[in-house]
């Protein structure tokens, strides 16, 4: 059995309330984002005092940090690259700081569409090299790092996903495969480089075998929301098969990480359907994990 978290950055709850309710559901961990109002970041915890409290709410309910979304969205990286670095850094410094987990996420952090100048092959030669030294740079404080793909970021084909992460080849850095994007992006949406998966999701699963780090779980309606990213539907209401893609992800693309991180991103009033998602989500992994 897997253990399974919920997203903070998906429920607008002080953290105090959010692991209280976590647990009282049934939770092992939290996936903490570290963005406002109520995620992790220095602006938030900026004493020691201010931190141990915060880390107390995860020890006084028995939780765990499943992973850790680091917040470098103020920078457009294609074109404010030296400042979107230096934030990346300082994320890490109080991630490190933080202690509760060794999984960092983050993505190209840049919309998709080409800046001026710049060549599709341009843009993926940046990322390999950056990606390379951001994981380079975050091995040094015992994290793995894993890039969530996504249509609302650019670099979110199937075939250039896998051809990034292959060429940055750092034994600490691999995919968040986000079953929800996962899905979108094997339908071409938001691509440069249209493609199409006949196959869907489960043709993606294979194609990144061996290079899932992290999954996110939740379903999806093939459709884009106001971010022009994936809408995130819970359980049952979206067109992905669990049955099918669960064991796939364990089987063929070789998904070996101890969680099931609940992720329902934007979705209006997200607490009202995280204990359905969390019965969702004990189901598949009784049978499957």
């Known amino acids: 059995m897997k253990k399974v978290s919920i997203s903070s950055w998906a ?6 309330e ?3 309710g976590a647990k009282d559901l049934g939770f092992d961990g939290i996936s903490l984002g570290g963005f406002p109002p109520y995620g992790a970041n220095a602006t938030l915890l900026d004493t020691d005092e201010k931190i141990a409290q915060y880390v107390n709410y995860f020890k006084d309910n028995t939780l765990e940090v499943a992973d850790y979304a680091i917040d470098v969205w103020a920078y457009n990286a ?3 690259t030296e400042e979107w670095r230096k934030a990346f850094s300082d994320c890490l410094a109080f991630a490190k700081k933080l202690n509760l987990t060794n999984i960092i996420r983050f993505d190209t952090c840049a ?3 080409l800046p001026e100048g710049m060549t599709y092959q341009d843009v993926k030669d940046f990322y390999v090299k950056n990606f390379k030294e951001l994981a380079q740079e975050a091995a040094i404080y015992g994290f793995e790092m894993v890039w969530e793909f996504e249509p609302g970021f650019i670099i979110n084909e199937p075939s ?5 992460v292959k060429a940055v080849n750092e034994p600490n850095f691999s995919l968040l495969f986000d079953t929800c994007h996962a899905y979108n992006c094997a339908l071409g949406l938001n691509a440069l480089e249209p493609e199409v998966l006949k196959g869907g999701i489960l043709e993606f699963i294979e194609m990144a075998k061996g290079y899932i780090g992290f999954v996110h779980v939740i379903d999806a309606d093939g459709t ?3 971010d022009n990213t994936s809408e995130h539907v819970p359980f049952g209401d979206g067109n992905i098969n669990f049955d099918e893609v669960i064991p796939a992800l364990i089987h063929v693309g070789e998904y070996k990480a101890d969680w099931w991180a609940i992720d ?7 607490w009202a359907v995280t204990k359905k ?5 004990d189901d598949f992994n009784r049978k499957y994990s």
């Open 111 to 113: 919309p998709p569409k």
């Open 18 to 20: 959010l692991t209280k």
């Open 78 to 80: 294609l074109t404010q």
């Open 160 to 164: 250039s996903v896998i051809e990034v």
């Open 264 to 270: 329902l991103c934007e979705w209006p009033d997200a």
């Open 11 to 16: 429920i607008p709850q002080e953290m105090k």
């Open 277 to 281: 998602c969390k019965e969702y989500v």
């Open 224 to 226: 884009l929301n106001h």
